[in-house]
């Protein structure tokens, strides 16, 4: 009998009956995701009708207005946003299996808040301490030392966690908390000393956003989030294994440790290649892994997978929504993602547990 076949959910007497097979889960998600796609390249300020596609993309008679404004601000905002969700989704598929917990989230490890961290010492002190570094590496100064900060953070998050009989999950989580606290009282005390100006730069950045959307952008976050794909995807059965508990998985032969470390470096580059060139997007790597383990069961096969292109729908939806329903103003996708995505995550936790909150 494999690991895959031996693993059991958290609450096995959730999953008996009635759900859905994995292969047509994410059928189905593919062409929710094409469509959501194709609706979402339609939404802004500059209205495209869906119609004007084909001959926008194959240079028709749309007209050079509507092919600029598609291939130069609507597309890398597209494909933005499906690597941004895909990469979180798939984070926290990757966080909930190691765990244990429905309800952890990449957050956890400390990227986000090391990366906020960083990118606001750049934002209020980076002048002062580092003058050089913006004339040096232009635009992708805060870029860089976002992503360098939320892994450096995981790093530190990592070493707090070990003992002596390898990384406690346990000890992981407190330490999480216990650091990403630190970071956060940091951010309060950049606030404080930060000019207008710098307060509200560090504001925007903080609550997430697409609208800085450009090619080279999109190239790094699109590789780091396959890189990190192929990665976690390969942890499918081992994490289904680990779902039993930690002696049971060494038992059926799971190198723990090695999983341990390759989740949390495939968290760690998904999510901080994501926040640092949009910010902070909460509440997706919550949500997605929660949804998809609630309509196809725990295993981890398609638990994974189905996050990714569910992440992605929901981010590429809410960007949309966040740049239309304010227009010409543009709501931050921080802001929306938590919004709608609170709410909505508690109707799931009424439906799916039977009980009035």
Do not use: C
């Not at 958290?10 to 469509?35: D, F, K, M």
């Not at 596609?53 to 130069?72: K, M």
């Not at 597209?78 to 690597?83: E, H, K, S, T």
């Not at 630190?182 to 000393?193: D, E, P, V």
């Amino acid at each position: 009998m494999s690991a895959t076949d031996t693993a059991m959910p958290w609450n096995p007497r959730r999953w008996t009956a009635g759900q859905v097979p994995g292969p047509t889960l994410l059928g189905a998600l593919s062409v929710l995701l094409l469509v959501t796609l194709l609706w979402a390249a339609g939404q802004g300020a500059y209205s495209l009708p869906l119609s004007d596609l084909p001959a926008v993309l194959f240079g028709g008679s749309a007209g050079s207005g509507a092919e600029l404004v598609f291939f130069n601000i609507r597309l890398p905002r597209l494909v933005l946003g499906l690597a941004a969700g895909a990469g979180l989704g798939l984070a926290g598929a990757l966080m909930q299996g190691l765990f244990r917990n429905p309800l952890a989230d990449p957050g956890l490890i400390g990227v986000s808040s090391g990366a906020a961290l960083a990118a606001g010492f750049t934002i209020v002190l980076g002048n002062l301490w580092f003058p050089d570094l913006p004339r040096s590496l232009g635009s992708w100064t805060l870029v860089l030392m976002a992503f360098g900060g939320g892994l450096a953070v995981t790093v530190l998050i990592y070493l707090l966690s070990r003992g002596e009989g390898g990384t406690r999950v346990g000890l992981m989580l407190l330490a999480g908390i216990a650091v990403n606290a630190l970071a956060g009282a940091g951010l309060g005390l950049l606030n404080f000393l930060a000019t207008d100006e710098q307060l509200r730069n560090l504001q925007f950045w903080l609550l997430g956003s697409l609208g800085g959307a450009r090619w080279s952008a999109v190239a790094l976050v699109g590789l780091i989030t396959l890189l990190a794909g192929a990665i976690g995807l390969r942890l499918a059965r081992a994490l289904n294994a680990l779902a039993l508990g930690e002696a049971q998985a060494v038992l059926l032969g799971v190198p723990i440790e090695r999983v341990k470390r390759i989740a949390i470096v495939a968290t760690a580059l998904a999510v901080g290649a994501v926040t640092a060139t949009t910010g902070i997007i909460g509440f997706i790597g919550l949500v997605a892994p929660h949804m998809v383990r609630l309509v196809a069961g725990p295993d981890h096969r398609w638990v994974l997978p189905g996050s990714a292109l569910l992440g992605a729908v929901m981010v590429i939806a809410a960007d949309a929504v966040a740049r239309t329903i304010l227009q010409p103003a543009e709501l931050p996708l921080g802001v929306l993602t938590a919004a709608v995505g609170v709410p909505f995550f508690l109707l799931l936790l009424r439906s799916a547990h039977g009980r009035r909150l």
